[in-house]
């Protein structure tokens, strides 16, 4: 099963605004990573937050973790067409495996 | 650096026919992974490994074989494709040994290939 699962599932926005996508998970973490997957393309790696943490910046991305919840959210300020991607969660389940939640297709509209 | 690549970029095989595929990583990665892709299901992982001549199962494993006789090469094989074997296959490689080893495997991001599109008819 799904360790993540993100929240919408779809989101469409206009140029400009921001966009908050949500992750949930099931069992304890020591970090939480999030990727970007534009169409036709693998993953790539975005941000990593450890279990300590509870909030990260990096460029134009804010990533929250909110242990206690099992929740992590990624916010995508001022978002460009170039931000037309899918979003994923991933967290680990043991010690090698990576696993992703089903994603968020995000769209930016011009 | 190439990074990761996959070959081939896209197939169409025939139910019962077999083929493998190739991944390649030159970041000297320990740990390599093959996933595939279903719409509305994320990525999902096949099998993986953990260093050269050693694999394990992930999630789906059934229906595939893999083997990592180099450390930079992960095969994945179907020896009798079927139709639900229809699927986008990503390959990725994490943890650099030697100056970074002992620090936990999970904090180290995974660098994914471009992706095989497989179609079985």
């Known amino acids: 099963s799904q360790q993540g699962e993100e929240d919408p599932q779809a989101l469409s926005i206009q140029e400009g605004e921001n966009a908050t996508m949500n992750c949930s998970y099931k069992?304890?973490?020591?970090?939480l990573q999030w990727y970007r997957q534009n169409s036709g393309r693998g993953l790539v790696h975005l941000i990593l937050i450890r279990s300590n943490e509870r909030e990260k910046h990096s460029g134009r991305l804010r990533v929250t973790l909110d242990t206690s919840k099992k929740s992590s959210s990624l916010l995508i300020t001022a978002s460009r067409a170039a931000d037309t991607a899918s979003y994923f969660c991933a967290t680990f389940q043991g010690a090698q495996k990576l696993v992703f939640g089903q994603g968020t297709r995000l769209t930016i509209n011009p | 650096n190439a990074g990761v690549t996959q070959t081939p970029k896209f197939r169409v095989l025939k139910t019962g026919q077999s083929m493998t595929l190739l991944c390649a990583q030159d970041?000297?990665?320990?740990?390599m992974y093959w996933y595939r892709q279903d719409p509305g299901m994320g990525l999902r992982l096949i099998h993986y490994?953990?260093?050269?001549?050693?694999?394990a199962k992930g999630e789906v494993p059934d229906g595939y074989n893999v083997s990592r006789l180099k450390k930079q090469n992960f095969l994945l094989g179907l020896e009798s494709a079927a139709p639900s074997q229809t699927s986008v296959y990503f390959c990725a490689s994490s943890y650099p040994p030697s100056r970074t080893s002992g620090r936990d495997p999970s904090s180290y991001e995974q660098y994914f290939g471009p992706g095989t599109r497989l179609t079985v008819t």
């Open positions: 970041m000297n990665h320990e740990y």
């Open positions: 490994s953990v260093g050269e001549g050693t694999t």
């Open positions: 069992t304890s973490i020591n970090n």
